[in-house]
C-alpha cells in the first residue's frame, strides 16, 4: 500500500495518439482490392425478386399490409416461391405483433385509470378498445393459420373445386385482417 501523499504506482499516464483514419474504408484491408476481380461472379448470381414496397408508396412504420404485398407480388405466390410466401407470413405476423402491442397497452392504460381520474364512459371506451385489438389479433392468427394450409394443401390438391374453395377462403382470409392500429 502506498502512503496517502505519494505517487500511484503501476503504468504511468499515457496520452493518447490521434488516429490517422477518416473513413470506414481506411480500414478496410480489402478496400484496395478492385471491383473488376468481382465482376465475373456477380453477373453469375441469380436475379431474386425485391420484396420490399417501392419508394413512391407510403408505408407505415410496419411495411406494406399484407394484402398490399399480396397484389404486388401475386405471380410469385402463384409460383409458389418460398421467399414470397415467407414475407406473407412475416407482414401478418407483424401486424398480429403490432395489434398484441395496442392490447397491452390498452390494458396498462386501463389499469391506470383509476389513478389517473377516467370516467366512466372513458373506462368504457378503452375496454370496447382492448376487445378490437382482441378481436384483430385473432383474426391475424386465423389468417396465419389459413396461409399454412393453404401452403402445405392447396398446390397438392388436384381437384379443381376444391382449389375454388381454398382460394375463397384465402382471399376471404386477407380481406378480414385489419388495418395497421392507429396511433395512440
Known sequence: MSPV???PTGFPYQTQQPNS?????????YSGLS????????????SQPQ??????????????????????FKTELEQWDAAAWKQVMLRIADLRSAWEVRKRDLNGALEGARFNGWTPGEMQQCQAMIKEAGDNVDTCHASEFQLKEVLSGYRHSTDPASKHRVRDALNAGLRSLPEYPSPL
Open 35 to 46: 471491383n473488376a476481380s468481382f465482376s465475373n461472379t456477380q453477373s453469375q448470381l441469380p
Open 51 to 72: 420484396y420490399s414496397a417501392p419508394a413512391s408508396q407510403p408505408q407505415t412504420q410496419h411495411g406494406d399490409h399484407p394484402r398490399m404485398f399480396v397484389q404486388k
Open 5 to 7: 501523499g505519494s505517487t
Open 21 to 29: 483514419y477518416n473513413t470506414v474504408a481506411d480500414l478496410d484491408p
